[in-house]
């Protein structure tokens, strides 16, 4: 059983995430929405600098449009069909947020700490999906890269971290390769 809530270990041994495309409804709503964003932001966040912002998109087919003015700009020769799989992340799941890397002014915290803050806000954005009982996903791709979509959505020097998306599983979840720990853990000296 995956994302077993029986108890944190259970739970961290079994976490995986759904695939956007097989996430139905229901998803949170407005109150366990905002729940699950408040546990997102219980993160290390060395300098108390909260570099990071959730966008929350109402609004799908506002959403869609823009992905696909960007996509077509970007690609003025795009058939249809591929126009048509740009959008696509647009439909996914029912609930779409947008985590945003706001990196604050600092003469303490280096920049890659900003980073890692916004990565942890990130997995806790999983885990509070999770524990609340639905799947979740974390996928950038190129709308999170592309300048229309940014100038869209961003402010300043933010950028767009991932598109986090939440449902009900469609299809059971199914594992992934995982790394080996003697290929990626070593002791020192």
Request: net charge negative; with cysteine; hydrophobic share 45%.
């Amino acid at each position: 059983m995956f994302n077993d809530l029986s108890s944190v270990s259970r739970y961290l041994a079994t976490r995986r995430s759904g695939k956007p495309r097989d996430m139905i409804a229901p998803g949170p709503d407005a109150a366990m929405l905002g729940e699950i964003l408040k546990l997102a932001m219980r993160t290390p966040d060395h300098g108390k600098l909260f570099p990071w912002r959730f966008v929350v998109v109402d609004d799908r087919d506002v959403f869609a449009d823009l992905l696909a003015r960007a996509f077509t700009d970007a690609n003025p020769d795009a058939r249809a069909a591929q126009i048509e799989a740009a959008v696509a992340p647009a439909r996914m799941a029912p609930t779409l947020i947008l985590l945003l890397f706001a990196p604050q002014p600092s003469a303490k915290i280096p920049l890659w700490e900003q980073q890692m803050s916004v990565g942890a806000v990130g997995m806790n954005l999983l885990h509070a999906a999770h524990a609340h009982g639905f799947v979740g996903s974390w996928i950038t791709g190129w709308a999170s890269y592309d300048p229309v979509v940014r100038s869209a959505l961003c402010t300043g020097d933010e950028q767009i971290a991932g598109l986090f998306f939440m449902g009900s599983p469609a299809l059971p979840l199914e594992e992934r390769p995982r790394p080996d720990a003697s290929d990626i853990v070593r002791h020192w000296p």
